[in-house]
């Protein structure tokens, strides 16, 4: 079966990736499960050591970490929120993004927000009310 994995082609047959950037919908991407079954280990001992945990050996992490990358792996960003409760994004909701107030200022908090680990995403709302309140309640259930 071949799948797509970050951008990546992956035969699961012959646990390779090509290497070819696909943009197609309806592939799966490689998953913890993909590596334990290449390498033997378990999907916890996958997930500890992509998470470098201290309880597993540097050899150990090191295999799992190096067929991870062969294979195209890339982190759900998901898995990763449900663990910590936090998504490490910033919403920026604006009344009108051409406004060159509110276009300085979200390139300098994007900026910011790079540099600390964090995302940011724009929302503009054409400077309706109630398109600011259903963007506000969106946001708020993102974390």
Known sequence: M???SGGFLYDEASNEHSGAILMTKGKRRVTMKDIAQRTGFTVNTVSKALRDRSDLSERTKALIKDTAEE???VPGGVSGALRSGFTQTIALIVSDISNPFFSLFAKKLDAFAQASGYITIVLNT??????EARMLQLTMTKN
């Not at 054409?126 to 398109?131: F, H, I, P, V």
């Open 71 to 73: 294979m195209g792996y």
């Open 126 to 131: 054409e400077e309706d009310l109630d398109r």
């Open 2 to 4: 071949v799948a797509e």
